[in-house]
């Protein structure tokens, strides 16, 4: 499949499926999914141990492709920080321990999970 504008909505929720899946079978558990506030998104979080941690997905085919850390950008990381801190506002959370983490999938044409790369408390 082609991936345009139109359907990479599509893309991006298999992909969040495909981290979803991998985090679980790394013993995490999620906890919500495409929490949105106004200017800011966090794709999955999820718990481990003590720990909350708060996913960005990037999905890419494996002809458009590029490295992970390079999404990762400071205006990313800042939305993320406003995104979390409203979600822990909005649950009384107070002393939780917690990080972000990017997960980066490339699949092929067809699906196929080509790479997964996860890149843990950034």
Avoid at 9 to 32: F, M, P, V, W
Avoid at 45 to 72: H, P, Y
């Amino acid at each position: 499949m082609t991936y345009n504008k139109r359907n990479r909505k599509i893309l991006g929720n298999i992909g969040e499926d495909i981290a979803s899946q991998y985090l679980k079978n790394k013993g995490y558990e999620i906890i919500e999914k495409n929490y949105k506030i106004w200017g800011g998104e966090i794709d999955i979080i999820a718990k481990k141990n003590d720990s909350l941690v708060f996913c960005e997905v990037k999905t890419r085919t494996s002809e458009s492709w590029e490295d992970i850390e390079d999404t990762i950008t400071d205006q990313k990381i800042e939305l993320m920080i406003n995104a979390i801190e409203e979600w822990f506002a909005r649950r009384n959370y107070n002393d939780a321990f917690w990080q972000i983490d990017f997960i980066g999938i490339i699949l092929s044409s067809k699906n196929k999970v080509l790479k997964i790369e996860h890149l843990e408390d950034i």
